[in-house]
């Protein structure tokens, strides 16, 4: 048993042999027999830790090194034949962090209302909110996956049983019937699964099913509300997860490591039985990709959230970095033609030149003239870069695009949910497709400014629509996109969001232009360029 816990939260050290040239080191996933998926965590120093980058090889002890040693366990044994209770007291002391923090998940991660203060040996749900419901539970705790439950084990002879679905999106009844139902059912000792793992921080459980598969959903519906609901408690939490998805757990694996210390656990295919003393089950979600500080147990806001994906994926950008450095000096060694016959590409990047992204769409809602307006871009005096992301693009690599960017412009969709990745008091452009106002707004546009960005909502004309090509001159699908939008969801779906594109009038978006590339150039005489 013992040496099945120590595996599960065994963690591995990756370093490059000497000589190795640095590779890029993704996430890999294990198959213990017979106890169902189990993802190992791969922590890596990228290649880091010694001179220039070098990895540190450690020698052999030499005697003087071996005496200092032998010298220093004689004094922590006579420290613990002195003072046992102080000594073992030191050893396992987090200044209290564990402690408080499981005292704020008992009070139902410290917000207020039906579950504001769960004692021992209690099963309380909260289903206030329009958006979500939540359980708290505290004692002894099983997961019994064979059963879908978690078990209260108890001698309270009462009858209890709650059932949810741990997904933000309550309201929505045909998404959530697509969502695992979980028990949380009290038991009798006599009736209680045997312990195979026993853990000594809550667990939080919550479903990567619904919407996940857009970003926009991912964000919202999942890694938000998962901040907001455990960061209080400060790694110390164990995640399970229903609808586990391997590549989920890559592509967000080095946010959710800044959340939790331990693996998460595949709800569905570990059947062993993991004993906790506290289990949250469900998300707390505050609205559109935003965070409220007054709900949260220590006033965390979105900027707190901002920081954290900065902490998050520090050690990777560092890393790519370092290979982009090691491929430009190979280059430069390999180049036979004088630096002088080399022209400098057009609009070449300089540090005093605003740096302004453009985020590309394919399929539906593409910007026509994209390549005319990253070169009206350029001439306006910014240096401009154009990104395609798609599902395999590693988030970590568009965090890095947008994090050192100055200003970022897309079309409205749920790429625009990568405005998190920019820092407050750069300017987000929105470009607003025809019956799309309202929800460009209240997912992206009022959640941007609330993380600080300057946003900009650049509503196109009918004319800068492909749908003027579809549709005669004076149509209500040209006029009156509110009123269209009344025939329901289907209809606003299928004409504005799946079949427009947009060709942009570079006159009019030259204004936006200029005025963005006057307000950061302004603000950069008094603030100096930040960097991860």
Not at 288 to 316: N, Q
Not at 428 to 453: H, K, N, S
């Amino acid at each position: 048993m013992v040496q099945q816990q120590q595996q599960q939260h065994r963690i591995y050290i990756l370093q490059f042999r000497k000589g190795e040239p640095e590779q890029e080191v993704s996430c890999k996933v294990s198959q213990p027999k017979g106890a169902g998926r189990r993802v190992t965590y791969y922590y890596h120093d990228y290649g880091g830790g010694g001179k220039n980058g070098k990895p540190v090889h450690f020698r052999a002890l030499n005697l003087r090194r071996f005496l200092a040693m032998l010298l220093l366990s004689f004094l922590c044994v006579g420290t613990l034949f002195v003072a046992p209770v102080s000594f073992l007291s030191f050893v396992h002391s987090d200044d209290g962090g564990a402690e408080a923090a499981a005292a704020t998940a008992a009070r139902g991660g410290g917000a207020s209302g039906p579950c504001s203060d769960v004692g021992n040996d209690s099963l309380c749900c909260d289903r206030t909110s329009e958006r979500a419901d939540i359980c708290f539970a505290k004692g002894d705790l099983r997961m019994h996956s064979a059963s879908a439950s978690f078990q209260l084990v108890s001698g309270n002879s009462t009858v209890e049983e709650e059932k949810i679905r741990p997904y933000t999106r309550k309201w929505e009844a045909n998404v959530m019937a697509t969502i695992d139902e979980v028990r949380l059912r009290r038991v009798s000792p006599g009736d209680a699964a045997r312990c195979d793992v026993r853990h000594d921080v809550p667990a939080v459980l919550f479903s990567t099913g619904g919407y996940t598969g857009n970003v926009y959903h991912e964000f919202n519906d999942g890694i938000l509300p998962l901040f907001v609901t455990a960061q209080h408690l400060r790694r110390r939490v164990v995640f399970v997860i229903l609808e586990y998805h391997d590549w989920w757990i890559t592509k967000y694996g080095d946010v959710v490591s800044q959340l939790s210390a331990f693996p998460p656990i595949d709800f569905t295919a570990d059947r062993r039985v993991h004993c906790f003393p506290e289990v949250i089950s469900g998300l707390r979600i505050h609205g559109e990709l935003t965070v409220d500080p007054a709900k949260t147990p220590e006033g965390k806001s979105i900027g707190d959230f901002r920081r954290l994906l900065d902490d998050a994926y520090r050690g990777r950008v560092q890393f790519l970095e370092r290979l982009e450095r090691r491929a430009a000096r190979k280059r430069h060694r390999r180049a036979t033609v004088p630096r002088a016959q080399h022209a400098p590409p057009r609009h070449a990047s300089h540090q005093d030149r605003p740096r302004l992204v453009i985020v590309s769409r394919t399929g539906s809602r593409v910007i026509e003239n994209e390549a005319d307006v990253a070169a009206l871009a350029a001439d306006v005096g910014f240096d401009v870069h154009v990104i395609r992301p798609d599902r395999t693009t590693e988030m970590c690599k568009i965090y890095r695009e947008l994090n050192s960017s100055d200003a970022m412009v897309g079309v409205h969709g749920a790429a625009m949910t990568h405005f998190l990745f920019m820092r407050p008091g750069k300017v987000f452009i929105q470009v607003v497709p025809l019956g799309t106002d309202w929800a460009a707004g209240a997912y992206y546009g009022e959640p941007a400014a609330r993380l600080g960005l300057r946003y900009v909502g650049y509503k196109i004309l009918p004319e800068e629509s492909s749908l003027s090509r579809e549709y005669p001159t004076g149509d209500p699908v040209l006029t009156d996109p509110a009123g269209v939008a009344q025939r329901g969801w289907d209809v606003t779906k299928k004409v504005y969001l799946d079949r427009q594109n947009v060709r942009l009038d570079l006159a009019r978006f030259r204004e936006e232009l200029v005025r963005t590339h006057q307000y950061l150039v302004a603000g950069s005489r008094r603030l100096p360029r930040a960097s991860v």
